[in-house]
């Protein structure tokens, strides 16, 4: 099975690094190039949709997005899929549930929000239902659990994220995901106190892939970094061609 697959991938000598994708084109040139499995970018998705990141995108939207993706390629496909668009556990399981239901093998689940513009860190015990909820209808996906200690820049970061993931660890989660995390120390910590496989953050601050594998770190994400960087090359084009209408060479 598919899901199978996808958890043994987080179980192997190096880590899997995933290619974040926004739709059904961008998962095609991902699988092309050999990435052995899919994330979507929930903040990628909902600007190109025209949104806000967030949670801003209608769930249907998002799925409707979702389902291209998976139809496009034969690898697994996750799907971050933000505080889970509810704060009623038993609502955001029937969201995850139409997600598989789609093909979808695993979620990125977050216990942060974005509220006004500004990421706020959310209640541990409602994140721990959620996951709960979930295993409770599909118990095949694979939650991967985020904590957004960092951040939020909490107070005592590390200690905190430690006790949120054994939480949910407890309450059904597969793997770990510490956005921000950076230093060798953290991550040393954290893996000695924690039990599930790590997902770290692509940062400029990261240790080195050959580190990251000898700190026993599984999964590497870059979220929205290269379709940020591609609107970028957009805008200057743009720019340029109401200038100079002519095509780059």
């Keep these: 099975m598919i899901n199978t697959k996808f958890k043994n991938l987080h179980k192997q000598a190096d880590l899997l690094i995933l290619g974040n994708v926004w739709d059904a084109y961008t998962a095609k040139i991902a699988q092309d190039a050999g990435f ?3 994330g979507s970018s929930s903040h990628a998705i909902a600007n190109a949709m025209g949104y ?17 993706i998976v139809k496009a390629v034969t690898i697994p496909v996750s799907v971050d899929f933000e505080s889970g668009y509810s704060d009623k556990p038993e609502i955001v399981a029937q969201y995850v ?65 430690i006790k949120r993931v054994n939480a949910y660890t407890k309450a059904g989660a597969d793997g770990s995901f510490v956005p921000l995390i950076e230093t060798e120390e953290d991550i040393k910590i954290f893996l000695e106190k924690t039990s599930l496989p790590l997902n ?31 609107i970028q090359q957009n805008t200057k084009l743009f720019q340029d061609f109401i200038k100079n209408p002519k095509l780059p060479k």
């Design 52 to 68: 806000a990141d967030g949670e801003k995108i209608s769930v249907d939207e998002l799925l409707f997005v979702v389902e291209r």
């Design 200 to 230: 770290v953050f692509l940062t400029a601050n990261l240790p080195t892939i050959e580190k990251l594998n000898k700190l026993g770190v599984k999964r590497l994400s870059h979220g929205a970094k290269i379709y940020d960087w591609l």
């Design 36 to 38: 052995k499995a899919l």
């Design 97 to 161: 549930k139409r997600l598989v239901n789609l093909g979808v093998v695993g979620i990125n689940l977050e216990d942060g929000q974005v509220k006004n513009g500004k990421r706020e860190l959310g209640d541990m015990e409602l994140h721990q239902h959620k996951i709960e909820a979930i295993k409770s209808v599909t118990k095949d996906i694979f939650i991967n659990a985020r904590t957004d200690t960092y951040t939020t820049k909490h107070a005592n970061a590390l200690e905190e994220s």
